[in-house]
């Protein structure tokens, strides 16, 4: 008498979850329609290319302005002409005069 009535408490536990189980049919999807399985991933796919190509451009265009805003010919001049300042001409030209014939 103990057995069956806890043999029945285990199947009202039993077909408690399985109606839990059957209420989530969004998860039944991948054995119910495998077509529909497969136009869902495609969709997905579709959506998340075109999400990334959408944020991608979006980064592209604010970095292409900010970078539009800075004015880089005046800081690389700078930076040359420091260097450049920096050289001592005399002692890497020579005047025409201290050549010898052979060395031209």
Aim: hydrophobic share 50%; charged share 10%.
């Amino acid at each position: 008498m103990k057995s069956t009535k806890k043999l029945t408490e285990e199947i009202i536990k039993l077909n408690q979850k399985l109606d839990a189980i059957s209420s989530q049919s969004r998860f039944l999807i991948y054995t119910t329609s495998p077509k529909r399985f497969l136009w869902l991933n495609f969709l997905s796919g579709i959506v998340h290319s075109m999400g990334a190509l959408i944020s991608t451009t979006i980064l592209l265009a604010l970095f292409a302005f900010l970078a539009s805003q800075v004015n880089l010919i005046a800081i690389i001049s700078d930076f040359f002409n420091s260097i450049l300042s920096q050289i001592n001409w005399s002692q890497l030209i020579f005047p025409a005069s201290q050549l010898s014939p052979g060395q031209l």
